[in-house]
């Protein structure tokens, strides 16, 4: 999951970045001071897959109730969809930096509320808090990272924000492992968050305002002290008049449409070329989060003890690797993005997502299918009281093996000698798993033991490696460019609340559906979502790889369609042109 998006770096950005940075210092401290916003965003996205299988033990009630898991999941996710609206307004009326700080205050916040918790409700309150948080970092760390950073290494410095979102993401599940066996278990995940908040909001106090929005506020002396002590002395004042001429650009278009919301909305839509900009770029919002990214980011230890590995420890183990193949597809898709340009990537991604999808559904079937076998005998060992009181009362209790037992809302205790081997159907208590474990034996509750759980891992890595360089990144690099200047921040907005709602849907839906449809049957779904989203793509996105914005403007005036569906003439003016 990638929802703050990564700018587009130029080839020969990383090498001048780091020659520039290595002069002046100061770039770098504002740049990663502004960028923790980020890996704060990526810790509480990403600390909650692996917290929800400690919470589940510690409150029964969540444990039996599987909408209050999704609720626990996705109230960040709603959070930060008021966090962004709320920062946009903070950041145009008071600045960028006092966004950041109200950002920390709100991470630290969450994160106490939910460490010291006692009760579930307290933890979704604490996880609205943190989204609070997130959506208003979403937007405000790259935004002052870009309007405080040299022009011609912007790209590469923005891109760090990404970087440290994915990385933030990577480092949840490193927090999560250490704290496997410490007291308080999620406590302590979830708390962890708020020391990084703390650190950025003692470093963003000695930091200055973005100089673009100081120039726009008329406070051109204060702009230009900040300049200063980012270009060379011989470059401050070019600087400043290439600033002084953008913003009196960005007001002339503000008088032209109007600088309220509503004024803006109606320019906006009424706009063929940005109509046309949206077909592109909420496409690609939709399709990304309907890919089914976020059950991965947020469930990924869940879907790990599906395919049958019991442990806790085990399942977060797994993880790990989705979310460090995850921080390296970013910067596989920098590394390429220019190379082989934004369409063909997202294309080729799609496919490979769906070929994972649907595989990962076979697999999930192949699972439920051979699933172990339910003894009566192994049932009944423990005691008459003890056995799932559905598996007593069925009809035909010889036909059921661990996934009946699991579907009928009760847990299935291992044979001792070999796992794979027809083992209990057990009522799900707490008391009852003590006892499985004390006769040596394991506990599975959420996905039976299964040969074929390694391929789960496996294919679930491949999806991953699919997904990030190409869909995980490159819609938010098609929304800085598709739109007309004007209209840029109005586009990318309403592409940006359709990527958020769309991840609330499918965060708060997954567990739902696996219960409904089974692990095969949701992923199969996903796959169905997919090959939409590849249709919607293949119609709706154009190449924006190497173009001009006028260009990009001219080409959706004009009418965008795939190359296979233009005529004769109409392909030998667009090779001429």
Partial sequence: MVEGGIAKPD?????????TTWK???????SLSAGIGGLLFGYDTGVISGALLYIREDFQQVEEKTWLQEVIVSMAVAGAIFGAAFGGWINDRFGRKPSILVADILFFVGAIVMALAPAPWMIIIGRIFVGLGVGMASMTAPLYISEASPARIRGALVSTNGLLITGGQFLSYLINLAFTHAPGTWRWMLGVAGLPAVVQFFFMLSLPESPRWLYRRNKVEEARSILEKIYPANEVESELIALGNSIEAEKADEQAIGDNFIAKMKGALSNVVVRRGLYAGVTVQVAQQFS???????????????????????ALALSLVTSGLNAVGSIVSMAFVDRYGRRRMMIVSMFGIISCLVILSIVFFQAASHAPKISQLESTHFATNATCPSFLSASNPTSWNCMSCLKAECAFCANGANEYS???????????????????????????????????????????????????????????????????????????????????????????????LGSSGTFLLFAGYCVIGLVFIYWFVPETKGLQFEEVEKMLKSGYKPLAFKTKSTRGENQSA
């Fill in 422 to 516: 027809p083992g209990a159907c057990l009522a799900k208590t707490s008391d009852l798993e003590t006892l499985c474990h004390g006769q040596h034996r394991t506990w599975f509750k959420d996905g039976c033991p299964s040969k074929f759980g390694f391929l789960a891992v496996v294919f679930l890595g491949l999806y991953i490696i699919s997904y990030s360089p190409g869909m995980g990144t490159v819609p938010w690099i098609v929304n800085s460019e598709i739109y007309p200047l004007k209209y840029r921040g109005i586009g990318g907005g309403i592409a940006a609340v359709f990527n958020w709602v769309c991840n609330l849907i499918v965060s708060l839906t997954f567990l739902t559906l696996t219960k409904a």
């Fill in 11 to 19: 080839k020969t950005e990383f090498s001048e970045c780091w020659k």
């Fill in 292 to 314: 089914g990214i976020n059950t991965v980011m947020y469930y990924s230890p869940t879907i790990v003890q599906f395919a049958g590995f019991a442990s806790n420890k085990t």
């Fill in 24 to 30: 002046t210092p100061y770039i770098m401290r504002l």
